[in-house]
């Protein structure tokens, strides 16, 4: 039994806990994030609603836009922190830190632009009745056991 099961789970800490974002509650991805092998392995569908994570083929290539947005976020911010607040003028600093940040932070991106795009760009809003309801994922235009063969 899921240790969320009964209650409403809120959107950042499924956002967080890389959750489903019809149910909330089903891990979108395979493995944790600390397994690099892995990184990228998701679930085909939601293990609770069934909500298909892969809405079309190439999906995610979408995804690298939003990576990129959290890149230039962090390089923005680390310059602003290291310039103006730490008062640190020596470009070779600016370049070792913010670098080693970057690959530090890539598995993180990776992974949060494809929970934020699907949110974004795959038309799929919370429904709370969806983890009570699985039969709804039939009705999901996306799910693989729909298409005819
Ligand atoms: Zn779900």
Redesign the pocket.
Known sequence: MCATQGKKPGAAVAFIAER?P??R??PMFQYPKYRLDKLLEMHEH?N??G?RFERETGFYYGAMYVSYAFTVALVVVEFIFLNAILGIKDANVWYAFILSSMLLMLPLFFRYSRVLYIRMAGRVSYDPR?EFHPEKAVADPYRKSQIPT
């Open positions: 489903c019809r149910c509650k089903g939601c609770v609603c909500l969806a």
